[in-house]
Protein backbone atom coordinates (compact mmCIF):
# COMPACT_ATOMS: atom_id res chain seq x y z
CA UNK A 1 0.00 0.00 0.00
CA UNK A 2 1.42 3.54 -0.28
CA UNK A 3 2.16 5.71 2.32
CA UNK A 4 -0.55 8.46 2.95
CA UNK A 5 0.65 11.85 4.37
CA UNK A 6 -0.91 13.12 6.93
CA UNK A 7 -2.53 16.35 6.52
CA UNK A 8 -4.34 19.49 8.49
CA UNK A 9 -7.91 19.68 7.64
CA UNK A 10 -7.43 21.99 5.08
CA UNK A 11 -5.37 19.26 3.34
CA UNK A 12 -1.98 20.61 3.63
CA UNK A 13 0.69 18.19 4.68
CA UNK A 14 1.83 18.66 8.36
CA UNK A 15 5.35 18.59 9.17
CA UNK A 16 5.69 17.18 12.21
CA UNK A 17 3.14 15.31 14.25
CA UNK A 18 5.07 14.88 17.15
CA UNK A 19 7.22 17.76 18.65
CA UNK A 20 5.05 21.07 19.64
CA UNK A 21 6.49 24.19 17.99
CA UNK A 22 8.59 26.27 20.63
CA UNK A 23 10.79 28.91 21.54
CA UNK A 24 13.94 26.99 22.25
CA UNK A 25 13.89 23.11 23.16
CA UNK A 26 12.91 24.02 26.49
CA UNK A 27 9.42 25.74 25.38
CA UNK A 28 7.20 27.89 26.01
CA UNK A 29 5.22 27.02 22.94
CA UNK A 30 4.45 29.44 20.06
CA UNK A 31 0.66 30.47 19.32
CA UNK A 32 1.56 30.19 15.84
CA UNK A 33 1.48 26.37 16.34
CA UNK A 34 -1.96 25.98 14.61
CA UNK A 35 -1.60 22.18 13.98
CA UNK A 36 -1.49 21.90 17.89
CA UNK A 37 -3.97 24.44 18.94
CA UNK A 38 -6.47 22.95 16.31
CA UNK A 39 -5.55 19.56 17.64
CA UNK A 40 -6.58 20.31 20.91
CA UNK A 41 -9.74 22.77 19.71
CA UNK A 42 -10.98 19.46 17.74
CA UNK A 43 -10.69 17.28 21.01
CA UNK A 44 -12.39 19.83 22.85
CA UNK A 45 -15.58 19.20 20.82
CA UNK A 46 -15.47 15.81 20.52
CA UNK A 47 -18.13 14.91 22.81
CA UNK A 48 -22.28 16.17 21.36
CA UNK A 49 -25.09 15.67 24.17
CA UNK A 50 -25.54 12.00 25.11
CA UNK A 51 -29.48 11.22 24.02
CA UNK A 52 -31.72 12.75 27.25
CA UNK A 53 -32.87 9.11 27.41
CA UNK A 54 -31.65 5.66 25.56
CA UNK A 55 -27.94 7.18 25.76
CA UNK A 56 -26.34 3.79 26.22
CA UNK A 57 -26.30 2.27 22.71
CA UNK A 58 -25.27 -0.67 20.34
CA UNK A 59 -25.89 -0.59 16.38
CA UNK A 60 -25.06 -2.55 13.04
CA UNK A 61 -26.07 -2.54 9.24
CA UNK A 62 -28.28 -5.01 7.74
CA UNK A 63 -31.44 -5.76 5.40
CA UNK A 64 -34.78 -6.45 5.59
CA UNK A 65 -36.01 -9.16 3.13
CA UNK A 66 -39.67 -9.56 2.25
CA UNK A 67 -40.77 -13.56 2.11
CA UNK A 68 -44.40 -12.85 2.08
CA UNK A 69 -47.19 -10.72 0.03
CA UNK A 70 -48.34 -7.60 2.62
CA UNK A 71 -49.10 -5.60 -0.21
CA UNK A 72 -53.09 -5.96 0.14
CA UNK A 73 -52.30 -3.73 3.47
CA UNK A 74 -49.99 -1.61 2.27
CA UNK A 75 -48.61 0.37 -0.81
CA UNK A 76 -45.55 1.09 0.77
CA UNK A 77 -42.67 -0.14 -1.69
CA UNK A 78 -40.19 -1.91 0.70
CA UNK A 79 -43.24 -4.50 1.33
CA UNK A 80 -44.08 -4.15 -2.85
CA UNK A 81 -43.04 -7.60 -3.27
CA UNK A 82 -41.28 -10.79 -1.48
CA UNK A 83 -37.71 -11.14 -2.02
CA UNK A 84 -37.19 -7.31 -2.09
CA UNK A 85 -34.49 -5.91 -0.26
CA UNK A 86 -34.12 -2.86 1.99
CA UNK A 87 -30.96 -1.73 3.39
CA UNK A 88 -31.01 -0.36 7.25
CA UNK A 89 -29.58 0.63 10.31
CA UNK A 90 -30.62 -1.11 13.87
CA UNK A 91 -29.62 0.85 17.43
CA UNK A 92 -30.22 -0.95 20.47
CA UNK A 93 -30.16 0.53 23.65
CA UNK A 94 -31.06 0.88 27.67
CA UNK A 95 -33.61 3.81 28.55
CA UNK A 96 -32.20 5.37 31.70
CA UNK A 97 -27.89 4.49 31.50
CA UNK A 98 -25.61 7.32 30.36
CA UNK A 99 -23.03 7.20 27.64
CA UNK A 100 -21.01 4.67 29.80
CA UNK A 101 -23.30 2.75 31.96
CA UNK A 102 -23.10 -0.86 32.04
CA UNK A 103 -24.73 -3.02 29.50
CA UNK A 104 -26.27 -5.86 31.66
CA UNK A 105 -28.66 -3.93 33.64
CA UNK A 106 -32.59 -4.48 33.93
CA UNK A 107 -33.95 -2.20 32.25
CA UNK A 108 -36.46 -2.00 28.71
CA UNK A 109 -34.42 -2.06 25.82
CA UNK A 110 -34.95 0.51 22.83
CA UNK A 111 -35.23 -1.34 19.44
CA UNK A 112 -34.55 1.76 16.72
CA UNK A 113 -34.84 0.84 13.24
CA UNK A 114 -34.30 2.98 10.59
CA UNK A 115 -35.19 1.26 6.73
CA UNK A 116 -33.20 3.11 3.35
CA UNK A 117 -36.47 2.84 1.34
CA UNK A 118 -36.70 4.08 -2.52
CA UNK A 119 -39.45 6.31 -1.51
CA UNK A 120 -37.70 7.77 1.55
CA UNK A 121 -36.08 6.71 5.58
CA UNK A 122 -38.73 4.70 7.57
CA UNK A 123 -37.95 4.83 11.33
CA UNK A 124 -39.21 2.36 13.80
CA UNK A 125 -38.34 3.18 17.01
CA UNK A 126 -39.40 0.59 19.45
CA UNK A 127 -38.91 -1.59 22.36
CA UNK A 128 -38.24 -4.77 23.33
CA UNK A 129 -41.33 -4.63 24.76
CA UNK A 130 -45.04 -4.33 23.40
CA UNK A 131 -46.01 -1.89 26.20
CA UNK A 132 -44.82 1.39 27.74
CA UNK A 133 -45.00 2.76 31.18
CA UNK A 134 -47.26 5.27 30.69
CA UNK A 135 -50.29 6.20 28.66
CA UNK A 136 -50.46 10.06 28.15
CA UNK A 137 -47.28 11.81 26.99
CA UNK A 138 -48.06 14.72 29.66
CA UNK A 139 -46.16 12.37 31.90
CA UNK A 140 -43.42 11.03 29.89
CA UNK A 141 -40.64 13.63 31.36
CA UNK A 142 -42.05 12.67 35.08
CA UNK A 143 -41.70 9.32 34.30
CA UNK A 144 -37.85 9.81 32.72
CA UNK A 145 -37.29 12.11 36.18
CA UNK A 146 -37.60 9.10 38.50
CA UNK A 147 -35.52 6.78 36.07
CA UNK A 148 -32.46 9.40 36.04
CA UNK A 149 -31.02 10.74 39.24
CA UNK A 150 -32.03 12.32 42.13
CA UNK A 151 -30.77 15.93 41.98
CA UNK A 152 -29.91 16.36 45.47
CA UNK A 153 -28.17 12.59 46.19
CA UNK A 154 -27.31 12.80 42.36
CA UNK A 155 -28.10 8.92 42.95
CA UNK A 156 -30.95 6.87 41.25
CA UNK A 157 -33.81 6.74 43.14
CA UNK A 158 -35.93 3.51 44.44
CA UNK A 159 -38.43 5.44 46.22
CA UNK A 160 -39.01 7.80 42.56
CA UNK A 161 -39.70 4.88 40.43
CA UNK A 162 -42.21 3.05 42.65
CA UNK A 163 -43.68 6.06 44.18
CA UNK A 164 -44.55 6.92 40.86
CA UNK A 165 -45.48 3.08 39.27
CA UNK A 166 -47.45 2.46 42.52
CA UNK A 167 -49.37 5.90 41.49
CA UNK A 168 -49.83 5.26 38.13
CA UNK A 169 -51.53 1.74 37.49
CA UNK A 170 -51.37 2.12 33.99
CA UNK A 171 -47.58 1.06 34.28
CA UNK A 172 -48.05 -2.16 35.45
CA UNK A 173 -48.28 -4.51 32.50
CA UNK A 174 -44.65 -2.78 31.78
CA UNK A 175 -43.26 -3.22 34.94
CA UNK A 176 -44.40 -7.09 35.12
CA UNK A 177 -42.57 -7.56 31.90
CA UNK A 178 -39.22 -5.03 33.12
CA UNK A 179 -39.21 -6.97 36.12
CA UNK A 180 -39.63 -10.45 34.65
CA UNK A 181 -36.60 -13.02 33.46
CA UNK A 182 -37.17 -10.54 30.26
CA UNK A 183 -35.80 -7.75 31.91
CA UNK A 184 -31.71 -8.47 31.69
CA UNK A 185 -31.37 -9.92 27.86
CA UNK A 186 -27.92 -11.57 27.43
CA UNK A 187 -27.13 -9.28 24.00
CA UNK A 188 -29.20 -7.54 21.97
CA UNK A 189 -30.18 -10.68 19.16
CA UNK A 190 -31.54 -12.63 22.20
CA UNK A 191 -34.61 -10.59 22.71
CA UNK A 192 -37.63 -9.60 20.56
CA UNK A 193 -38.53 -6.04 19.45
CA UNK A 194 -41.78 -4.47 19.06
CA UNK A 195 -43.02 -1.11 17.00
CA UNK A 196 -45.36 -0.59 20.49
CA UNK A 197 -47.76 1.63 18.98
CA UNK A 198 -50.43 1.10 16.95
CA UNK A 199 -49.37 2.33 13.84
CA UNK A 200 -51.34 2.43 10.36
CA UNK A 201 -50.93 1.00 6.46
CA UNK A 202 -52.89 2.30 3.83
CA UNK A 203 -53.26 0.49 0.53
CA UNK A 204 -53.56 1.11 -3.15
CA UNK A 205 -57.47 1.10 -2.53
CA UNK A 206 -57.38 3.79 0.08
CA UNK A 207 -58.03 1.55 2.64
CA UNK A 208 -56.50 1.99 6.09
CA UNK A 209 -55.49 -0.92 8.21
CA UNK A 210 -54.37 -0.50 11.91
CA UNK A 211 -50.83 -2.48 12.12
CA UNK A 212 -48.44 -3.55 15.17
CA UNK A 213 -45.49 -4.79 14.03
CA UNK A 214 -43.20 -7.40 15.39
CA UNK A 215 -39.24 -9.05 15.29
CA UNK A 216 -39.45 -12.53 16.75
CA UNK A 217 -35.25 -13.15 18.04
CA UNK A 218 -34.38 -16.15 15.70
CA UNK A 219 -31.74 -17.10 18.34
CA UNK A 220 -33.97 -17.49 21.20
CA UNK A 221 -34.87 -15.60 24.20
CA UNK A 222 -31.50 -15.66 26.53
CA UNK A 223 -31.53 -13.54 29.76
CA UNK A 224 -29.51 -13.01 33.22
CA UNK A 225 -30.96 -13.65 36.55
CA UNK A 226 -29.74 -10.24 38.93
CA UNK A 227 -26.83 -12.55 40.04
CA UNK A 228 -25.60 -13.35 36.70
CA UNK A 229 -25.87 -9.79 35.87
CA UNK A 230 -24.03 -8.59 38.81
CA UNK A 231 -21.38 -10.99 38.56
CA UNK A 232 -20.73 -10.10 34.60
CA UNK A 233 -20.78 -6.68 34.90
CA UNK A 234 -17.79 -7.16 37.96
CA UNK A 235 -15.89 -8.04 34.80
CA UNK A 236 -17.28 -6.55 31.78
CA UNK A 237 -19.76 -3.28 31.56
CA UNK A 238 -19.59 -3.70 27.31
CA UNK A 239 -21.19 -7.07 27.20
CA UNK A 240 -23.68 -6.17 24.30
CA UNK A 241 -21.11 -3.98 22.32
CA UNK A 242 -18.44 -7.16 22.88
CA UNK A 243 -21.25 -9.45 21.93
CA UNK A 244 -23.32 -7.77 18.55
CA UNK A 245 -19.83 -6.65 17.37
CA UNK A 246 -18.30 -9.89 17.74
CA UNK A 247 -20.98 -11.72 16.63
CA UNK A 248 -21.53 -9.88 12.74
CA UNK A 249 -17.21 -9.68 13.18
CA UNK A 250 -17.58 -13.43 13.05
CA UNK A 251 -20.31 -13.60 10.00
CA UNK A 252 -23.32 -15.11 12.77
CA UNK A 253 -25.50 -12.51 11.65
CA UNK A 254 -28.30 -11.80 14.24
CA UNK A 255 -31.96 -12.58 12.70
CA UNK A 256 -35.39 -11.61 13.41
CA UNK A 257 -38.43 -12.83 11.72
CA UNK A 258 -40.71 -9.69 10.92
CA UNK A 259 -44.75 -9.83 12.06
CA UNK A 260 -47.40 -7.69 11.78
CA UNK A 261 -50.84 -7.78 13.56
CA UNK A 262 -53.56 -6.07 11.20
CA UNK A 263 -56.62 -4.59 12.59
CA UNK A 264 -59.47 -3.37 9.78
CA UNK A 265 -59.96 0.23 10.61
CA UNK A 266 -63.80 -0.16 11.83
CA UNK A 267 -62.85 -2.46 14.09
CA UNK A 268 -61.08 -0.18 16.12
CA UNK A 269 -64.56 1.12 17.55
CA UNK A 270 -65.55 -2.93 18.27
CA UNK A 271 -62.42 -4.02 20.97
CA UNK A 272 -63.47 -4.38 24.42
CA UNK A 273 -59.82 -2.15 24.79
CA UNK A 274 -58.78 1.00 23.24
CA UNK A 275 -56.59 -0.21 20.73
CA UNK A 276 -54.65 2.77 20.17
CA UNK A 277 -53.33 2.50 24.50
CA UNK A 278 -49.85 1.88 24.63
CA UNK A 279 -50.35 0.17 27.50
CA UNK A 280 -52.12 -2.47 25.87
CA UNK A 281 -51.30 -5.40 23.34
CA UNK A 282 -53.64 -6.70 20.87
CA UNK A 283 -54.07 -10.48 22.10
CA UNK A 284 -52.25 -13.27 19.28
CA UNK A 285 -55.55 -14.63 19.37
CA UNK A 286 -57.90 -11.93 18.54
CA UNK A 287 -55.36 -10.94 15.81
CA UNK A 288 -52.81 -13.15 14.79
CA UNK A 289 -48.95 -12.69 13.72
CA UNK A 290 -48.79 -12.43 10.08
CA UNK A 291 -45.26 -13.22 9.01
CA UNK A 292 -43.68 -10.37 6.71
CA UNK A 293 -40.43 -11.22 6.38
CA UNK A 294 -36.57 -11.49 7.99
CA UNK A 295 -34.47 -8.82 9.64
CA UNK A 296 -30.42 -9.64 9.34
CA UNK A 297 -27.97 -7.45 10.89
CA UNK A 298 -24.71 -8.30 8.83
CA UNK A 299 -22.16 -5.50 8.65
CA UNK A 300 -20.66 -3.34 11.76
CA UNK A 301 -20.10 0.48 11.77
CA UNK A 302 -16.66 1.32 10.24
CA UNK A 303 -16.79 4.19 12.81
CA UNK A 304 -19.09 3.95 15.97
CA UNK A 305 -19.42 7.37 16.64
CA UNK A 306 -20.02 9.00 12.90
CA UNK A 307 -23.07 5.37 12.54
CA UNK A 308 -24.36 4.87 15.63
CA UNK A 309 -24.03 7.79 18.06
CA UNK A 310 -24.76 10.45 15.26
CA UNK A 311 -27.87 8.15 13.71
CA UNK A 312 -31.07 9.91 14.32
CA UNK A 313 -34.44 8.10 14.34
CA UNK A 314 -37.78 9.55 14.82
CA UNK A 315 -41.04 8.06 14.58
CA UNK A 316 -42.14 11.29 12.79
CA UNK A 317 -40.23 8.86 9.53
CA UNK A 318 -43.13 7.60 7.67
CA UNK A 319 -43.48 6.70 4.22
CA UNK A 320 -46.37 6.64 1.59
CA UNK A 321 -48.28 3.14 2.94
CA UNK A 322 -47.30 3.35 6.38
CA UNK A 323 -48.51 6.30 8.59
CA UNK A 324 -49.40 6.86 12.62
CA UNK A 325 -52.28 6.79 14.61
CA UNK A 326 -54.30 8.47 17.22
CA UNK A 327 -52.13 6.95 19.87
CA UNK A 328 -51.50 9.64 22.22
CA UNK A 329 -48.05 9.01 22.90
CA UNK A 330 -47.17 8.29 19.20
CA UNK A 331 -48.52 11.98 18.67
CA UNK A 332 -46.09 13.14 21.08
CA UNK A 333 -42.86 11.60 19.87
CA UNK A 334 -43.80 12.62 16.52
CA UNK A 335 -42.83 16.15 17.64
CA UNK A 336 -40.28 15.19 20.76
CA UNK A 337 -37.76 13.09 18.44
CA UNK A 338 -36.61 15.84 15.78
CA UNK A 339 -36.61 18.60 18.03
CA UNK A 340 -34.03 16.72 19.85
CA UNK A 341 -31.42 15.71 16.81
CA UNK A 342 -31.77 19.58 16.14
CA UNK A 343 -30.29 20.09 19.82
CA UNK A 344 -28.29 16.98 20.11
CA UNK A 345 -26.56 17.33 16.48
CA UNK A 346 -27.96 20.57 14.85
CA UNK A 347 -30.31 21.88 12.09
CA UNK A 348 -29.20 19.69 9.03
CA UNK A 349 -29.05 16.69 11.21
CA UNK A 350 -30.98 14.35 8.23
CA UNK A 351 -28.19 15.01 5.73
CA UNK A 352 -25.04 12.91 7.61
CA UNK A 353 -24.39 10.29 6.10
CA UNK A 354 -26.31 7.69 8.44
CA UNK A 355 -29.09 9.84 8.21
CA UNK A 356 -29.22 10.48 4.66
CA UNK A 357 -32.30 8.90 2.66
CA UNK A 358 -30.53 6.68 -0.25
CA UNK A 359 -33.43 8.09 -2.21
CA UNK A 360 -33.37 11.46 -4.40
CA UNK A 361 -34.00 13.97 -1.70
CA UNK A 362 -35.50 18.15 -3.21
CA UNK A 363 -36.56 20.53 -0.49
CA UNK A 364 -36.30 24.17 0.30
CA UNK A 365 -35.01 24.51 3.55
CA UNK A 366 -32.49 26.60 3.39
CA UNK A 367 -29.26 27.92 5.16
CA UNK A 368 -28.35 27.19 8.93
CA UNK A 369 -25.47 25.39 10.90
CA UNK A 370 -24.36 22.24 8.89
CA UNK A 371 -25.43 23.67 5.48
CA UNK A 372 -22.35 21.26 4.05
CA UNK A 373 -24.89 19.69 1.22
CA UNK A 374 -25.37 21.56 -1.83
CA UNK A 375 -28.75 22.93 -3.58
CA UNK A 376 -30.59 20.20 -4.62
CA UNK A 377 -33.14 21.58 -6.38
CA UNK A 378 -30.42 21.35 -9.61
CA UNK A 379 -31.01 25.00 -10.32
CA UNK A 380 -29.71 27.92 -8.02
CA UNK A 381 -33.01 29.80 -8.79
CA UNK A 382 -35.17 27.37 -7.19
CA UNK A 383 -35.01 28.57 -3.40
CA UNK A 384 -38.82 29.09 -3.16
CA UNK A 385 -42.17 27.34 -4.25
CA UNK A 386 -44.16 28.34 -6.09
CA UNK A 387 -41.72 29.20 -8.20
CA UNK A 388 -41.56 29.16 -12.18
CA UNK A 389 -38.14 27.68 -12.71
CA UNK A 390 -39.06 23.65 -13.03
CA UNK A 391 -38.63 23.31 -8.97
CA UNK A 392 -39.97 19.96 -7.24
CA UNK A 393 -43.25 19.71 -6.11
CA UNK A 394 -45.94 17.82 -4.35
CA UNK A 395 -47.45 15.01 -5.40
CA UNK A 396 -50.84 14.55 -4.63
CA UNK A 397 -50.77 11.05 -5.03
CA UNK A 398 -49.32 9.89 -1.83
CA UNK A 399 -52.00 11.76 0.45
CA UNK A 400 -52.96 8.91 2.89
CA UNK A 401 -56.73 8.29 3.29
CA UNK A 402 -58.85 10.53 5.19
CA UNK A 403 -58.98 9.88 9.02
CA UNK A 404 -62.49 10.15 10.46
CA UNK A 405 -61.97 12.03 14.13
CA UNK A 406 -64.87 12.88 16.64
CA UNK A 407 -65.27 14.21 19.94
CA UNK A 408 -64.76 17.46 21.77
CA UNK A 409 -61.45 18.70 22.69
CA UNK A 410 -60.91 18.06 26.49
CA UNK A 411 -58.63 16.65 28.92
CA UNK A 412 -60.09 13.06 29.61
CA UNK A 413 -59.36 11.02 32.59
CA UNK A 414 -57.17 8.96 30.75
CA UNK A 415 -57.54 6.19 33.84
CA UNK A 416 -61.09 6.43 33.77
CA UNK A 417 -62.71 2.92 32.28
CA UNK A 418 -59.36 1.65 31.32
CA UNK A 419 -58.59 -1.96 32.14
CA UNK A 420 -54.77 -1.69 34.11
CA UNK A 421 -55.49 -5.65 35.41
CA UNK A 422 -56.52 -7.72 32.89
CA UNK A 423 -53.60 -8.32 30.66
CA UNK A 424 -50.19 -8.53 32.98
CA UNK A 425 -52.90 -10.60 34.75
CA UNK A 426 -52.86 -12.65 31.45
CA UNK A 427 -49.20 -12.18 31.49
CA UNK A 428 -48.72 -13.31 35.02
CA UNK A 429 -50.87 -16.41 34.32
CA UNK A 430 -48.39 -17.43 31.54
CA UNK A 431 -45.32 -17.84 33.96
CA UNK A 432 -44.90 -21.42 35.90
CA UNK A 433 -43.81 -21.77 39.36
CA UNK A 434 -39.87 -20.51 38.65
CA UNK A 435 -40.79 -17.34 36.42
CA UNK A 436 -43.18 -16.32 39.22
CA UNK A 437 -40.70 -17.02 42.08
CA UNK A 438 -37.67 -14.70 40.16
CA UNK A 439 -40.64 -12.18 39.55
CA UNK A 440 -40.95 -11.36 42.93
CA UNK A 441 -37.56 -11.63 43.93
CA UNK A 442 -36.39 -8.91 41.58
CA UNK A 443 -39.52 -6.70 42.23
CA UNK A 444 -37.92 -6.46 46.23
CA UNK A 445 -34.92 -6.25 44.98
CA UNK A 446 -35.60 -3.10 43.14
CA UNK A 447 -37.61 -2.27 46.07
CA UNK A 448 -34.90 -2.15 48.26
CA UNK A 449 -35.23 1.45 51.09
CA UNK A 450 -38.56 2.05 49.20
CA UNK A 451 -40.53 3.48 52.12
CA UNK A 452 -42.98 0.96 53.23
CA UNK A 453 -46.34 3.23 52.57
CA UNK A 454 -45.21 3.36 49.22
CA UNK A 455 -44.17 -0.66 48.58
CA UNK A 456 -47.57 -0.93 50.46
CA UNK A 457 -49.28 0.64 47.67
CA UNK A 458 -47.91 -1.28 45.20
CA UNK A 459 -48.50 -4.36 46.69
CA UNK A 460 -52.11 -3.62 46.51
CA UNK A 461 -51.60 -2.75 43.06
CA UNK A 462 -50.22 -5.97 42.53
CA UNK A 463 -53.04 -8.38 44.39
CA UNK A 464 -55.45 -6.60 41.97
CA UNK A 465 -53.86 -8.38 39.21
CA UNK A 466 -53.34 -11.34 41.24
CA UNK A 467 -53.81 -12.37 44.89
CA UNK A 468 -50.71 -14.81 44.14
CA UNK A 469 -48.74 -11.78 43.02
CA UNK A 470 -48.96 -9.32 45.66
CA UNK A 471 -48.73 -11.78 48.41
CA UNK A 472 -45.48 -13.41 46.53
CA UNK A 473 -44.02 -9.77 46.26
CA UNK A 474 -44.62 -9.44 50.08
CA UNK A 475 -43.19 -12.60 51.10
CA UNK A 476 -40.12 -12.08 48.64
CA UNK A 477 -39.71 -7.98 50.69
CA UNK A 478 -39.83 -10.02 54.15
CA UNK A 479 -36.97 -12.96 52.86
CA UNK A 480 -34.76 -9.59 51.86
CA UNK A 481 -34.88 -8.38 55.33
CA UNK A 482 -37.15 -5.35 53.96
CA UNK A 483 -38.05 -4.10 57.19
CA UNK A 484 -41.65 -4.89 55.47
CA UNK A 485 -44.39 -4.78 58.54
CA UNK A 486 -47.83 -4.99 57.18
CA UNK A 487 -49.32 -3.66 60.29
CA UNK A 488 -47.50 -0.43 60.84
CA UNK A 489 -48.69 0.73 57.13
CA UNK A 490 -51.39 2.81 57.38
CA UNK A 491 -54.86 1.49 54.74
CA UNK A 492 -55.30 4.23 52.55
CA UNK A 493 -54.33 5.18 49.25
CA UNK A 494 -52.95 8.19 50.40
CA UNK A 495 -49.69 9.61 48.73
CA UNK A 496 -46.49 9.92 50.34
CA UNK A 497 -46.94 12.93 52.09
CA UNK A 498 -50.30 12.53 53.12
CA UNK A 499 -49.62 9.59 54.99
CA UNK A 500 -47.03 11.36 56.21
CA UNK A 501 -49.16 13.97 58.55
P1 LIG B 1 -49.96 -15.52 23.76
O1 LIG B 1 -49.87 -16.70 24.68
O2 LIG B 1 -50.41 -15.71 22.35
O3 LIG B 1 -48.54 -14.81 23.67
C1 LIG B 1 -47.79 -14.61 24.83
C2 LIG B 1 -46.71 -13.65 24.47
O4 LIG B 1 -45.99 -13.34 25.64
C3 LIG B 1 -45.70 -14.14 23.45
O5 LIG B 1 -45.59 -13.13 22.47
C4 LIG B 1 -44.40 -14.28 24.22
O6 LIG B 1 -43.29 -13.93 23.42
C5 LIG B 1 -44.62 -13.26 25.30
N1 LIG B 1 -43.89 -13.42 26.55
C6 LIG B 1 -43.61 -14.53 27.23
N2 LIG B 1 -42.91 -14.23 28.36
C7 LIG B 1 -42.80 -12.90 28.39
C8 LIG B 1 -42.19 -11.98 29.28
N3 LIG B 1 -41.58 -12.37 30.39
N4 LIG B 1 -42.25 -10.68 28.97
C9 LIG B 1 -42.87 -10.25 27.84
N5 LIG B 1 -43.46 -11.08 26.97
C10 LIG B 1 -43.42 -12.37 27.24
O7 LIG B 1 -50.84 -14.47 24.54
P2 LIG B 1 -51.72 -13.18 24.20
O8 LIG B 1 -51.47 -12.59 22.88
O9 LIG B 1 -53.11 -13.52 24.53
O10 LIG B 1 -51.17 -12.21 25.32
C11 LIG B 1 -51.06 -12.62 26.68
C12 LIG B 1 -50.06 -11.74 27.34
O11 LIG B 1 -48.79 -11.95 26.73
C13 LIG B 1 -50.36 -10.25 27.14
O12 LIG B 1 -51.24 -9.73 28.08
C14 LIG B 1 -49.00 -9.65 27.22
O13 LIG B 1 -48.67 -9.40 28.57
C15 LIG B 1 -48.07 -10.75 26.72
N6 LIG B 1 -47.60 -10.45 25.35
C16 LIG B 1 -48.50 -10.36 24.33
C17 LIG B 1 -48.09 -9.92 23.11
C18 LIG B 1 -49.07 -9.65 22.03
O14 LIG B 1 -48.73 -8.93 21.09
N7 LIG B 1 -50.25 -10.22 22.07
C19 LIG B 1 -46.66 -9.61 22.82
C20 LIG B 1 -45.80 -9.87 23.95
C21 LIG B 1 -46.28 -10.23 25.16
P3 LIG B 1 -42.48 -15.07 22.57
O15 LIG B 1 -43.48 -15.63 21.61
O16 LIG B 1 -41.39 -14.33 21.91
O17 LIG B 1 -41.99 -16.06 23.57
C1 LIG C 1 -35.02 8.07 22.42
C2 LIG C 1 -38.61 11.05 23.71
C3 LIG C 1 -41.55 7.24 24.33
C4 LIG C 1 -38.21 4.42 22.29
C5 LIG C 1 -35.73 9.19 22.77
C6 LIG C 1 -35.22 10.54 22.74
C7 LIG C 1 -36.23 11.36 23.08
C8 LIG C 1 -37.38 10.55 23.36
C9 LIG C 1 -36.19 12.89 23.17
C10 LIG C 1 -33.80 10.92 22.37
C11 LIG C 1 -33.71 11.09 20.87
C12 LIG C 1 -32.33 11.46 20.39
O1 LIG C 1 -31.66 12.27 21.04
O2 LIG C 1 -31.93 10.94 19.32
C13 LIG C 1 -39.73 10.27 23.97
C14 LIG C 1 -41.05 10.79 24.33
C15 LIG C 1 -41.86 9.72 24.52
C16 LIG C 1 -41.07 8.52 24.27
C17 LIG C 1 -41.39 12.27 24.46
C18 LIG C 1 -43.32 9.65 24.91
C19 LIG C 1 -44.14 10.66 24.88
C20 LIG C 1 -40.93 6.15 23.78
C21 LIG C 1 -41.56 4.88 23.52
C22 LIG C 1 -40.61 4.09 22.93
C23 LIG C 1 -39.39 4.87 22.84
C24 LIG C 1 -43.01 4.55 23.82
C25 LIG C 1 -40.73 2.69 22.43
C26 LIG C 1 -41.86 2.13 22.07
C27 LIG C 1 -37.07 5.17 22.17
C28 LIG C 1 -35.83 4.65 21.63
C29 LIG C 1 -34.92 5.69 21.67
C30 LIG C 1 -35.60 6.84 22.23
C31 LIG C 1 -35.59 3.23 21.11
C32 LIG C 1 -33.47 5.64 21.22
C33 LIG C 1 -33.39 5.81 19.72
C34 LIG C 1 -31.96 5.67 19.28
O3 LIG C 1 -31.43 4.54 19.37
O4 LIG C 1 -31.37 6.67 18.88
N1 LIG C 1 -37.05 9.23 23.17
N2 LIG C 1 -39.79 8.91 23.95
N3 LIG C 1 -39.62 6.10 23.36
N4 LIG C 1 -36.90 6.49 22.52
FE1 LIG C 1 -38.33 7.67 23.22
Known sequence: MTKKTLTTSAGAP????????????????????????????????????????????????????VTHDISKYTR??????????????????????ELGAADAERDVRGFALKFYTEEGNWDLVGNNTPVFFVRDPLKFPDFIHTQKRHPKT???????????WSLSPESLHQVTILMSDRG???APMYMNGYGSHTYSFWNNDGERFWVKFHFKT?????????????????????????????????GEFPKWRVCVQI?????????????????KVWPHGDYPLIEVGELELNRNADNYFAEIEMAAFSPSNVVPGISYSPDKMLQARIFSYADAHRYRLGTH??????????????????????RFFPNDTGNPDVYYEPNSFNGPTEDPSVNEPPLKISGDGDRYNHRIGNDDFSQPRALFELFDAGQRARLFSNIAAAMGGVPPVIKERQCRLFDQIHPEYGA????????????????AIPVTDATPQEAAE
Not at 154 to 164: E, G, I, V
Not at 263 to 279: G, I, Q, R, V, W
Not at 472 to 487: H, I, Q, S
Open 76 to 97: AKLFSKVGQKTPMIARFSTVAG
Open 472 to 487: GVRKALEAAGEGYDPN
Open 218 to 250: LQGHKHYTNAEAEALIGKTRESYQEELFGAIER
Open 263 to 279: MPETDAEKTSYNPFDLT
Open 349 to 370: YEALPVNAPKCPVHHYHKDGAM
Open 154 to 164: NLRSPTAMWDF
Open 14 to 65: VADNQNSMTAGARGPVLLQDYQLIEKLAHQNRERIPERVVHAKGWGAHGTLT
Open 184 to 186: IPV
